[in-house]
């Protein structure tokens, strides 16, 4: 008996040790800059055993490069970014791979009305409010932590008001980069208040590598039936559409550029691909594939799972030739984003998913960016 229970004990740490997937990850850290404060900023380094690495500061909890190997084993850095602190500083509106919230895309009007109260957000699109207002998570510093099995992990206080959101939200975004060639992204939050939260990440990604070129060759499919149309103001309607038979349709692995320039109202309001995704998933709440990117020069594939019920892919219609890392620029539609995400607007929509978050609940919600390759076909 005895002899059983201590193999069984044995077994579960081995267990719990695989499960993290990622104890052969090495994290560095390293000086990125300081805000205009003197606030000191830091830049992480979490490389697994086959050199796949990701660099992400605790400024906007960006992730700054992501090497990865193409199908011959030669890496390239797929997400564009910045070089230095103050270019991040001094372009907040890129969200080039920051954390964004307390709301992910627009919220009508800059409003909402939670138990009854008018809650007024930043108006920083338009009439509407985009990625939690001017100065949403993006700009914030968050206070990183390393734990020991490799993992990083930022957190942030919002304050009750800040950017017009009710209650105190304690945030924590864990990143881990796992011997899978995962970059598994786990965001929490509590609060003090009723409020809404829909917390992504904004990675701009081209899998030939930042800064070469478009992105209309890649292939994409979603695992999505509907999407969310919208309207001029890029605000859902409140339809639920069938993507059958529209240029929405990435049910099969389909060219990003093959149907993006249709006379479709849909695309014209977006100038491009700028919509929410309903995922089709069974059950809520588990981690299921989502979307499935191949880049078929280079062999690049990147997939998606999450936990949300929504992801929105962005062909980076409003990138206008920004001068990046390494000298490089990012035309218009140099990078695609796959933002996972509850649906646009839901504090306005009902019969949306709910967004609210009560003291007591625990939002809790996951992404993972699995890197791989495919033979030429
Ligand atoms: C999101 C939005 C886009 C655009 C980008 C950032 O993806 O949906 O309309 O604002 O962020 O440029």
């Given at each position: 008996?005895?002899?059983?229970?201590?193999?069984?004990?044995?077994?579960?740490?081995?267990?719990?040790?695989?499960?993290?997937?990622?104890?052969?990850t090495k994290l560095t850290e390293a000086d990125f800059?300081?805000?205009?404060?003197?606030?000191?900023?830091k830049i992480y380094s979490l490389t697994n055993?086959?050199?796949?690495q990701a660099r992400i500061t605790?400024?906007?909890?960006?992730?700054?490069?992501?090497?990865?190997?193409?199908?011959?084993?030669?890496?390239?850095?797929?997400?564009?970014?910045?070089?230095?602190?103050?270019?991040?500083?001094?372009?907040?509106?890129?969200?080039?791979?920051?954390?964004?919230?307390?709301?992910?895309?627009?919220?009508?009007?800059?409003?909402?009305?939670?138990?009854?109260?008018?809650?007024?957000?930043?108006?920083?699109?338009?009439?509407?409010?985009?990625?939690?207002?001017?100065?949403?998570?993006?700009?914030?510093?968050?206070?990183p932590?390393a734990?020991?099995?490799g993992d990083l992990?930022?957190?942030?206080?919002?304050?009750?008001?800040?950017?017009?959101?009710?209650?105190?939200?304690?945030?924590?975004?864990?990143?881990?980069l796992?011997?899978?060639?995962?970059?598994?992204?786990?965001?929490?939050?509590?609060?003090?208040?009723?409020?809404?939260?829909?917390?992504?990440?904004?990675?701009?990604?081209?899998?030939?590598?930042?800064?070469?070129?478009?992105?209309?060759?890649?292939?994409?499919?979603?695992?999505?039936?509907?999407?969310?149309?919208?309207?001029?103001?890029?605000?859902?309607?409140?339809?639920?559409?069938?993507?059958?038979?529209?240029?929405?349709?990435?049910?099969?692995?389909?060219?990003?550029?093959?149907?993006?320039?249709?006379?479709?109202?849909?695309?014209?309001?977006?100038?491009?691909?700028?919509?929410?995704?309903?995922?089709?998933?069974?059950?809520?709440?588990?981690?299921?594939?989502?979307?499935?990117?191949?880049?078929?020069?280079?062999?690049?594939?990147?997939?998606?799972?999450?936990?949300?019920?929504?992801?929105?892919?962005?062909?980076?219609?409003?990138?206008?030739?920004?001068?990046?890392?390494?000298?490089?620029?990012?035309?218009?539609?140099?990078?695609?984003?796959?933002?996972?995400?509850?649906?646009?607007?839901?504090?306005?929509?009902?019969?949306?998913?709910?967004?609210?978050?009560?003291?007591?609940?625990?939002?809790?919600?996951?992404?993972?960016?699995?890197?791989?390759?495919?033979?030429?076909?």
């Amino acid at each position: 008996m005895q002899l059983i229970s201590r193999w069984g004990k044995c077994a579960a740490i081995v267990m719990l040790a695989a499960a993290a997937g990622n104890a052969a990850t090495k994290l560095t850290e390293a000086d990125f800059g300081r805000m205009p404060d003197g606030a000191v900023i830091k830049i992480y380094s979490l490389t697994n055993t086959h050199g796949v690495q990701a660099r992400i500061t605790n400024y906007g909890g960006a992730v700054v490069s992501l090497n990865v190997p193409d199908r011959n084993g030669k890496m390239a850095d797929v997400v564009l970014g910045f070089d230095t602190l103050p270019e991040y500083v001094a372009n907040p509106t890129q969200y080039f791979g920051a954390l964004i919230g307390r709301y992910g895309n627009r919220i009508a009007n800059a409003r909402f009305t939670l138990n009854g109260v008018a809650c007024t957000l930043p108006k920083n699109n338009g009439a509407n409010s985009l990625h939690g207002g001017d100065k949403g998570f993006f700009t914030r510093v968050w206070t990183p932590r390393a734990l020991p099995n490799g993992d990083l992990e930022l957190s942030y206080v919002s304050k009750d008001g800040e950017e017009g959101y009710p209650g105190n939200l304690s945030v924590t975004v864990t990143y881990s980069l796992t011997d899978a060639d995962e970059l598994r992204i786990d965001y929490s939050a509590t609060t003090d208040k009723d409020t809404v939260v829909n917390l992504t990440n904004h990675s701009y990604f081209n899998l030939k590598g930042a800064g070469s070129g478009d992105i209309l060759g890649h292939l994409l499919m979603l695992k999505a039936d509907r999407f969310t149309p919208v309207n001029q103001g890029l605000i859902p309607t409140g339809e639920l559409r069938s993507v059958a038979g529209t240029p929405f349709d990435f049910r099969k692995l389909t060219a990003i550029g093959a149907r993006i320039e249709q006379n479709d109202e849909q695309l014209k309001f977006g100038q491009g691909y700028d919509h929410n995704w309903v995922l089709s998933r069974t059950g809520t709440g588990s981690l299921a594939p989502a979307a499935r990117m191949e880049e078929p020069s280079s062999g690049r594939v990147l997939e998606v799972s999450t936990t949300e019920p929504g992801i929105q892919f962005y062909t980076g219609n409003f990138l206008d030739g920004i001068k990046g890392k390494g000298g490089q620029t990012y035309p218009r539609r140099s990078a695609f984003c796959l933002e996972t995400q509850h649906f646009p607007d839901s504090p306005n929509h009902p019969a949306f998913p709910s967004t609210v978050l009560k003291p007591g609940q625990r939002y809790r919600t996951t992404t993972v960016y699995r890197f791989s390759t495919v033979a030429a076909k």
